[in-house]
């Protein structure tokens, strides 16, 4: 069982940046991809990027392209998102999640943060 809680949500202005971290109660992130995925009030759930804890190789929703950021800090144990140029289409829930095996662009993971929320004023 792996627990993840995120921090970092908030609101900000068109154009403005937030920065979402995401820590594992147990010390279990070696073993698991590291993701982002957001969901849009009416919308299904969008993947937004990815980090492979290996290697640091990330991927990323062509629609975050250039503006969002995702890594990780082995030493923590934890993984952020540093948002840019941020947009009003960019509100939504944004969880973080664990998956074993590569989840690619899907929204396939095992284990789901409880969701912070980004709001983007126009």
């Known amino acids: 069982q792996v627990q993840l809680v995120e921090s970092g949500g908030g609101l900000v202005q068109a154009g403005g940046s937030l920065r979402l971290s995401c820590a594992a109660s147990?010390?279990?992130?070696?073993?698991?991809?590291m993701g982002w995925v957001r969901q849009a009030p009416g919308k299904e759930r969008e993947f937004v990027a990815v980090?492979?804890?290996?290697?640091?190789?990330?991927s990323y929703a062509d629609s975050v392209k250039g503006r969002f950021t995702v890594s990780r800090d082995i030493a923590k144990n934890t993984v952020s998102l540093q948002m840019n140029s941020l947009k009003p289409e960019d509100t939504a829930v944004y969880y973080c999640?664990?998956?074993?095996?590569?989840?690619?662009?899907?929204?396939?993971?095992?284990?789901w943060g409880q969701g912070s929320q980004v709001t983007v004023s126009s």
């Open positions: 999640a664990a998956s074993s095996r590569w989840p690619g662009s899907t929204t396939q993971y095992d284990y």
């Open positions: 147990v010390r279990t992130f070696g073993r698991f991809h």
């Open positions: 980090i492979s804890w290996n290697t640091g190789t990330t």
